[in-house]
């Protein structure tokens, strides 16, 4: 383990541009997953994405099984 302490950080969403916390929880969930980089988006524009990209691919499957 390094001795790196993490720090909260503030980051930009490139969705709606509001300032948003990357916490030390969410940094760590993400060394665990072994994502390098940052959020883009904060955590409403996250979802909201998610879900969108959610429904792209319900569409997709819907049309693949006609
Ligand atoms: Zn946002």
Redesign the pocket.
Known sequence: MSEDKLQDKFLI??????E?VFDIAAQEYFIEKGWLEDPK??K???KKHKKAQRKNAQQFENRAHH
């Open positions: 969403c490139i969705d709606c541009g509001e948003f988006r904060c409403m524009c996250y």
